[in-house]
């Protein structure tokens, strides 16, 4: 399976921005979606996931109000919407595909990675 990640860029403190991940593969709608991010001298960590069909959702809590997860199985694709970001929010977000039941929040379960896109917020 392999996921490419798209929609990174600069923005200013406030500001919005929209992900995407895209797949080719058939088997999208069998795994649950999520993405991560890493800033500068940080650790990987868990930002948003959505499950299979999308009816469960799981929000770290800085993120939660600001950003919005979905998913278009149809398209193979999902998305992540970010707003009122902070420049805390900078750093490289990762797409990642599971089999696991659920809404995983940690790496482990995740099986397959996209190549990560920069997210900038700063003025």
């Known amino acids: 399976v392999q996921l490419q990640a798209f929609g990174g860029g600069l923005v200013q403190p406030g500001g919005s921005l929209r992900l995407s991940c895209a797949t080719s593969?058939?088997?999208?709608?069998?795994?649950?979606m999520g993405w991560f991010r890493q800033a500068p001298g940080k650790e990987r960590e868990f930002v948003v996931a959505?499950?299979?069909?999308?009816?469960?959702?799981a929000y770290t809590d800085s993120v939660k109000g600001r950003f919005t997860i979905s998913r278009d199985n149809a398209r193979n694709t999902v998305f992540l919407q970010m707003n009122s970001l902070k420049p805390e929010d900078t750093a490289v977000y990762y797409c990642?595909?599971?089999?696991?039941?659920?809404?995983?929040?940690?790496?482990?379960?995740?099986?397959?990675w996209g190549q990560g896109t920069q997210v900038t917020v700063s003025s």
């Open positions: 990642a595909a599971t089999y696991s039941n659920g809404v995983p929040t940690t790496q482990g379960p995740y099986d397959y």
């Open positions: 593969a058939h088997t999208f709608s069998q795994h649950a």
């Open positions: 959505i499950s299979r069909r999308g009816g469960s959702t």
